[in-house]
């Protein structure tokens, strides 16, 4: 089957630190998995925060980064420097290029809270 | 800017009871989707509908039905619901193609007495 793991289910960091959120993948249906990171901020709903879809490429989107390393089956979230509004639950999903989106695979999502 | 509606957002009800949850879209995506967040934070597909036909279904309970009027709206109705049916359950919308970004509603959180 498919997984996606999140190590750390709460993360707090202080503004303008560093922040990095750990994923890894495993698959064994799909030949070339898509990942992705969700956000949910307070009071909204889960929206798409970066997409990558091809092995050893980098997403990027409101200062935050992940790297597609199919070496070591990981897609970690990082951030130079974090901002209160960063403040969320960040989820990491796996997904096929051939698949529809109801086989895409969550992983169990790693809260954010950044210290002022 | 929400595009995915949801209601109610809360609802408590005993066990046995049944419940219907509500949710519209308004992208004019093609695909929507229902899944279930449970205590232990996952997300996993309970539902997806494509132009009102169904084309995935877990293993989900007999007691869940989706029910669809159009493509921009997907119910779900839970007949007898039991302790376990107790989560957050979040509406979806998509283009349907494939890895094409999901567009999640706000959830609605269910607790059964």
């Known amino acids: 089957g498919d997984s996606v793991t999140q190590t750390e289910g709460q993360v707090t960091v202080s503004e303008s630190k560093s922040l990095i959120i750990n994923c890894t993948y495993s698959t064994t249906s799909i030949a070339y998995p898509n990942l992705f990171w969700y956000v949910r901020y307070p009071g909204e709903g889960l929206q798409l925060l970066l997409k990558v879809i091809t092995a050893g490429q980098k997403g990027s989107s409101r200062g935050f980064e992940a790297t597609y390393n199919k070496e070591t089956t990981s897609f970690h979230l990082q951030k130079a420097s974090v901002q209160e509004s960063d403040s969320a639950v960040y989820y990491c999903?796996?997904?096929?290029?051939?698949?529809?989106?109801?086989?895409?695979?969550f992983g169990a999502g790693t809260k954010l809270t950044i210290k002022p | 800017e929400t595009a995915v509606f949801q209601t109610p957002n809360y609802h408590v009800t005993q066990v046995g009871n049944e419940v219907s949850f509500n949710c519209k879209q308004t992208l004019g995506h093609d695909t929507m989707y229902w899944y279930k967040q449970d205590s232990k934070k996952l997300l996993k597909i309970m539902f997806s509908y494509n132009n009102k036909q169904l084309i995935v279904n877990e293993t989900v309970p007999r007691r869940f039905s989706p029910q669809s009027s159009d493509k921009a709206h997907l119910n779900l109705r839970i007949k007898s619901v039991e302790p376990e049916d107790s989560a957050v359950y979040l509406c979806?919308?998509?283009?349907?193609?494939?890895?094409?970004?999901?567009?999640f509603g706000h959830g609605t959180k269910l607790s059964v007495l």
């Open positions: 999903a796996l997904g096929g290029a051939n698949y529809g989106n109801e086989k895409i695979t």
């Open positions: 979806a919308s998509s283009t349907g193609r494939s890895n094409e970004r999901l567009f």
